[in-house]
């Protein structure tokens, strides 16, 4: 509209005709013309109408400073004309001197009241600045001027309700009712309007007329229903819903509505049935419908008594939305909450296989990889993690991983090493690679650079019990550094003091430092492992039951550990001699 005006203008002014602004009709109606407070053009000396050109070219051309110095000579050449009070204090609202712009646009509008574009700034100049009883008063007047411009009520209505005049609000929307008949966003104003003011009735009366305009839009039905739900009134909102299912029986919505209501009204059974019809329902959309479960369910609640209906709606949700990943996504992520990795493993592959950008998927996949033992698959899979991926460090930790399972350990170091260097601001991270990294240089026999990465990996996070537990037992295995093994060992203890594996360490320590009967007490705690001890325990004990002289019950454990297959190198000359050996 502004930029209509300025290119007219200019175009008024260049033809030197002898009429303004203030001649322009108003939006819906020709304007009258009336003798005009400002000048004659014609008694204007062509120099100034130039000066008046100049100043609009200079706007125009985005030299503002230069076209206020214009204007500004104009305005004290000829102090009646309104046109360049109007066209300055526009130029200096842009520039947020609005406080001058205020003065020059209520000059304006003083010199020329019936020009409505004058007005129209003015009110907008006064709502920028809250001055609202002001621009209320100019759109009284405009509106009354113009009462067949329905922009204007819905204007002035704006600002009954920005002055909380609210009474005035509806009795404006009342009479856009009247011009133009019932309209939603209307109604639903008044509604708006009439909750607020605590006056339920006739919020509902609102609704109803509403209704009442198309009592076959089942939209309507719809949010009348809702407001009954809102406000206490479950039995008229069964009703109406009842009324939305015999009118529109495809409607997608109705049965998440229908759920709703019964889930609200404590009947959880036929709110459940109506969850499972609307899930089934192809025509609502997956989001709706992944939201509407979340919001029906917490997270406890699907892992306790609402497991198996949340099952249910997700289990439907893959089947009616087979090539959407988000839900072969939910059911995966259930189906992982509750432990059944193999089937949440085969849900994520066919979110990726449907969109392979999403990668917290591929993590997911991969740590279902680590936790099924499947190495062989984490390999390759690892592998096509780091190309699409390659700023990410995860894929590079079980790409070691599964290097360092498969017994390729010159390529785990190598995934370890590249990978940490990728990770930003999380210590946690990095110590577990350098914790992965010692575990593969020992395997390598490089003890050196294993004490190195053990050591690194606890100066970022001392808190790790399994870096404790490994790096005290590959030092007490060695025999070396026994005291520094020592505290490390005892710090897992009490940072997991159950585990039979940190046990076991702890008492081969002590063994290792000579004190046979404290050796004995804790490898006996490992001994009670539920699965039953492994043999390096069973050698363990064996070795301390000799220590302490009871030769015969040692050999027994030794034949014990043999029997489980693995052992000790010496393990089977303990046996064959019935003596110890190291």
């Known amino acids: 509209m502004k930029k209509f005006i300025t290119v007219l203008l200019l175009v008024i002014l260049v033809c030197q005709q002898s009429f303004s602004l203030n001649d322009l009709p108003s939006p819906g109606k020709e304007k009258k013309h009336k003798k005009s407070k400002q000048i004659d053009e014609n ?6 109408i130039s000066l008046l050109i100049e100043a609009k070219r200079e706007q125009i051309t985005g030299n503002k400073e230069k076209a206020i110095e214009l204007f500004r000579q104009y305005i004290d050449k000829f102090p009646t004309d309104p046109v360049a009070y109007f066209e300055l204090a526009r130029i200096l609202a ?16 003083k010199l020329d009241p019936e020009n409505i574009w004058f007005s129209l700034f003015l009110a907008e100049m006064d709502q920028v600045t809250g001055n609202l009883q002001e621009a209320i008063s100019i ?45 939603e966003d209307v109604s639903l104003q008044k509604e708006k309007i009439f909750l607020h003011l605590n006056e339920i009735n006739r919020a509902e009366e609102e609704l109803i007329d ?29 009703e109406t819903y009842k009324k939305v299912s015999a009118i529109d029986p495809g409607n997608p919505y109705i049965h998440m509505s229908m ?60 089947d009616v939305h087979p090539n959407d990943p988000k839900s072969h996504s939910i059911y995966g992520d259930l189906l992982s909450q509750d432990n059944k990795f193999a089937e949440a493993r085969e849900e994520f592959l066919k979110v990726i296989k449907l969109d ?52 390729k350990y010159e390529d785990a170091v190598t995934d370890f090493l590249r990978g940490s260097k990728l990770v930003v601001n999380n210590n946690a991270l990095v110590s577990q690679f350098f914790m992965y990294l010692g575990d593969t240089y020992h395997a390598l026999k490089n003890t050196e ?35 520094k093994a020592e505290v490390m060992s005892k710090k897992a203890i009490e940072l997991d003091p159950v585990n039979p594996s940190f046990q076991d360490t702890y008492g081969w320590v002590l063994y290792r430092l000579g004190r046979f009967d404290e050796a004995k007490t804790w490898v006996e705690k490992a001994l009670e492992e539920k699965g039953g001890p492994s043999a390096e325990v069973l050698e363990h004990y064996g070795d301390i039951l000799y220590r302490l002289g009871d030769h015969g019950k040692a050999l027994e454990f030794w034949e014990k550990a043999k029997a489980k297959g693995t052992g000790s190198e010496l393990l089977l000359k303990k046996v064959a001699d019935k003596k110890i050996h190291e």
Do not use: C
Request: zero cysteines.
């Open 210 to 238: 509403l209704v009442g305009s198309k009592p076959d839009e089942a939209r309507y039905l719809s949010i009348l229903a809702e407001f009954y739900m809102s406000n206490n009134k479950p039995e008229k909102a069964l």
């Open 139 to 183: 759109y009284q007047k405009i509106v009354a001027k113009n009462p067949n411009d329905l922009d204007y009520y819905y204007q002035l209505a704006a600002l009954y309700l920005s002055s909380q005049r609210f009474r005035e609000a509806i009795d404006l929307y009342n009479k856009i009712e009247e011009k133009a008949g019932i309209s």
């Open 94 to 109: 842009d520039k947020t001197e609005v406080s001058e712009a205020i003065k020059l646009s209520r000059e304006a509008q």
């Open 43 to 48: 008694q204007k000396p062509s120099s100034s």
């Open 356 to 407: 392979s950008n999403k990668y917290v998927v591929w993590e997911e996949v991969m740590r279902m990889d680590v936790q099924l033992e499947k190495y062989e698959h984490l390999a390759e899979f690892s592998k096509r993690a780091i190309e699409l991926f390659p700023e990410q460090p995860m894929p590079f930790l079980f790409s070691g991983m599964a290097s360092y399972q498969l017994k």
């Open 259 to 318: 759920a709703d209501y019964y889930r609200k009204t404590g009947d959880k059974e036929k709110a459940f049935d109506e969850l499972k019809l609307g899930f089934a329902n192809p025509n609502l959309d997956i989001d709706t419908k992944v939201n509407i479960l979340l919001s029906f369910y917490t997270v406890n609640q699907m892992f306790s008594d609402l497991k198996e209906q949340a099952f249910t709606l997700s289990k439907t949700l893959v």
């Open 449 to 483: 650079e294993s004490d190195k990465a053990y050591d690194q990996s606890l100066e970022l996070n001392y808190d790790n019990p399994y870096v404790l537990n490994n790096y005290a037992y590959y030092l007490s295995v060695r025999n070396v550094n026994l005291y």
